[in-house]
């Protein structure tokens, strides 16, 4: 039965680098998948946030962010503009809400989200938001949550690690992944900096290596109920 797949990142590339091929693979088998962008994913790198000198930047990063989700095959991107790197200067009810909304809207049976351990404070606050927007009440849609990893977060957080329990197989959307994550022209950095495409492959690799399979993506499981 074909599901409707709802991914919640903070920033623009959180959800490539997160759940990227996964996205693209439930795609092919037929799943709906709807994303949300909570935060702006710029001012962070002034000294004070200034979005109006930002404009220009705000336009080219919705462009990349629209250009990558179509790539991965996604129905619909939904962006807000939650301050970036300061979710903790808004109400986290605001987030809660707007999620609220969305779901509300596409009634997603599985959510994809940030590790509660990430060492972004954005990425911290997005995980406590879905989590309360999903609460396990009479009547709610969303049966799986999984939280994904982000590189140049995640691991970051020692000695929090993450550790995986959930798997799937990209061997066949690594390419998907990879001309997505690509669209991302203004976030990707060199390598050995882990958010580049070299280092983004290493790590689908590693994690494939470590199931049997030539490249996957690890989640930790928040909630399967069947």
């Not at 693209?24 to 702006?40: D, N, P, Q, S």
């Not at 954005?122 to 938001?129: C, G, S």
């Amino acid at each position: 039965m074909n599901k409707k797949v709802l991914i919640i990142a903070a920033h623009p590339d959180d959800e490539v680098l997160g759940c990227g091929g996964t996205a693209a693979r439930l795609v092919k088998e037929g799943h709906e998948i709807y994303t949300v962008i909570i935060g702006e994913g710029i001012t962070s790198r002034d000294d004070a946030r200034q979005p109006e000198k930002r404009a220009k930047e705000f336009e080219r990063l919705k462009r990349q962010t629209c250009d990558a989700n179509g790539v991965l095959g996604v129905n619909d991107v939904f962006m807000f503009n939650f301050p970036d790197n300061r979710f903790d200067t808004a109400p986290l009810l605001d987030i809660v809400k707007m999620i609220e909304k969305i779901k509300e809207k596409i009634k997603p049976d599985i959510l994809f989200t940030h590790f509660e351990n990430d060492l972004n404070i954005d990425h911290q606050i997005t995980y406590r938001a879905v989590l309360t927007a999903s609460r396990p009440l009479p009547g709610e849609t969303v049966r799986e949550i999984y939280s994904f990893e982000v590189l140049s977060s995640t691991e970051w957080r020692f000695p929090l690690t993450f550790s995986p329990d959930c798997f799937f197989d990209i061997t066949q959307t690594i390419d998907i992944k990879t001309a997505a994550l690509e669209k991302y022209e203004s976030e990707l950095k060199e390598f050995p900096h882990p958010r580049s495409i070299k280092g983004m492959r290493l790590n689908a690799e590693q994690w494939g290596m470590k199931t049997g399979v030539p490249f996957a993506e690890a989640f930790k499981v928040v909630r399967l109920l069947r």
